[in-house]
Nanobody
Framework: QVQLAESGGGLVQAGGSLRLSCAAS????????MAWYRQAPGKQRELVAA???????NYADSVKGRFTISRDNFKYTIYLQMNSLKPEDTAVYYC??????????????WGRGTQVTVSS
């Protein structure tokens, strides 16, 4: 199976920055689309940003211009650079990865999440 480990969350003041990382481990045939989601208290999990193997990106309207997703295919790692953070960005951020195992089965894996708290 594939394990995803997020890091980089924390407490920051409004207007500040954080950089999240998500490293995938395990033996896979291919690691395809990866993404960051977030879930605030009392709200549904929502897509924040996604990136394909080729580097095509997609962002939620609420983070466009402030967040940047990137990936290092050699390290099986994605990043989320978050600038100009707002209190409404406070949430648990989850990493998600899609791909194919050596058994040729598709997988859809989630990390345990990392807390991001933005104070006003």
């Amino acid at each position: 199976q594939v394990q995803l480990a997020e890091s980089g969350g924390g407490l920051v003041q409004a207007g500040g920055s954080l950089r999240l990382s998500c490293a995938a481990s395990g033996i896979v045939y291919s690691l395809n689309d990866m993404a960051w989601y977030r879930q605030a208290p009392g709200k549904q999990r929502e897509l924040v940003a996604a990136i394909t193997t080729g580097g095509t990106t997609n962002y939620a309207d609420s983070v466009k211009g402030r967040f940047t997703i990137s990936r290092d295919n050699f390290k099986y790692t994605i990043y989320l650079q978050m600038n100009s953070l707002k209190p409404e960005d406070t949430a648990v951020y989850y990493c998600n990865a899609l791909g194919i195992l050596l058994s040729q089965q598709n997988f859809d894996s989630w990390g345990r999440g990392t807390q991001v708290t933005v104070s006003s």
